[in-house]
C-alpha cells in the first residue's frame, strides 16, 4: 500500500535561518506532488506542485522553493526563513488524473521566531 | 483560481442535516471534498468526475454540477464524528492543479 512520510512533524526556527522540509512517497511510482501551507485557522494555499523528477510549479512567489530530486522525494526549502513563513506545511500525493483522491502526509508545525 | 466555498460554518445538533457549497469561476475536471480535523491532515472523502454524478460516503454524499462549475456536499443524519473543516477542491481540465477553498467549519453538538 502507499505511504506518505513528512518530517519534522514540528520545528522552531529563527528569522533569517534556512529550511528544509522533506517529504517521500512509497508504494506508488511517479506520483504527482504537492506542497500546501496552511496558517493558523486558514485554508490550504497551494505552494508548489510536480509531475515529475525536476518539474516543479510554483503558485506563489515567495523565498520558497522546492526540488524533486528523485521520483518519490519532494523537498521544501528556503534561504532565510521570513516570520510570515509560520504556518503546518502539508505534503500530499496523487495519482495521475488524481481519481483516487489525494493523500496528505502528517505535516510539518513550523513556527519562524 | 480558488473555488468559493459557503457558508464559512454551521453549527448542528446530532441527526440534523447540512449542506455545504462549493463554486468555481472556470470550468472544471473535477472536484474533491476532504474533511480535516482539529491538528490533523485533511483526509480524502470523495471525487466527482462528472457532471451530474453523485457519490456517497457513509451518510455524506456530494454532486457535481458540470455546467454550473458547482458541487455540493450533504451531510445527512449528522454524526459527532462529523465536526471538522471541510474542504473542497477543483481541478481544471487539462492540469494537475488541486485548488482548495477556506473551508466550512462543522459542529455537531448531542
Known amino acids: 500500500s502507499q505511504t506518505i512520510h513528512q518530517w519534522p512533524a514540528t520545528l522552531v526556527q529563527p528569522v533569517g535561518s534556512p529550511l528544509s522540509l522533506e517529504c517521500t512517497v512509497e508504494?506508488?511510482?511517479?506520483?504527482?506532488l504537492y506542497w500546501y501551507r496552511q496558517a493558523a485557522g486558514r485554508g490550504l494555499q497551494l505552494l508548489f506542485y510536480?509531475?515529475?523528477?525536476?518539474?516543479i510549479s510554483s503558485e506563489v512567489p515567495q523565498n520558497l522553493s522546492a526540488s524533486r530530486p528523485q521520483d518519490r522525494q519532494f523537498i521544501l526549502s528556503s534561504k532565510k526563513l521570513l516570520l510570515s513563513d509560520s504556518g503546518f506545511y502539508l505534503c500530499?500525493?496523487?495519482?495521475?488524473?488524481?481519481?483516487?483522491?489525494?493523500?496528505f502526509g502528517s505535516g510539518t508545525r513550523l513556527t519562524v521566531v | 483560481q480558488q473555488p468559493v466555498q459557503s457558508p464559512q460554518a454551521v453549527i448542528l445538533r446530532e441527526g440534523e442535516d447540512a449542506v455545504i457549497n462549493c463554486s468555481s469561476s472556470?470550468?472544471?475536471?473535477?472536484v474533491h471534498w476532504y474533511r480535516q480535523k482539529h491538528g490533523e491532515a485533511p483526509v480524502f472523502l470523495m471525487i466527482l468526475l462528472k457532471g451530474g454524478e453523485q457519490k456517497g460516503h457513509e451518510k455524506i454524499s456530494a454532486s457535481f454540477n458540470e455546467k454550473k462549475q458547482q458541487s455540493s456536499l450533504y451531510l445527512t443524519a449528522s454524526q459527532l464524528s462529523y465536526s471538522g473543516t471541510y474542504f473542497c477542491g477543483t481541478v481544471p481540465p487539462n492540469d494537475y492543479k488541486l485548488s482548495f477553498g477556506a473551508g466550512t467549519t462543522v459542529t455537531v453538538r448531542a
Open positions: 508504494g506508488t511510482s511517479n506520483p504527482n
Open positions: 510536480s509531475v515529475g523528477i525536476g518539474q
Open positions: 500530499a500525493w496523487g495519482s495521475l488524473g488524481g481519481h483516487h483522491g489525494y493523500t
Open positions: 472556470k470550468a472544471l475536471y473535477s
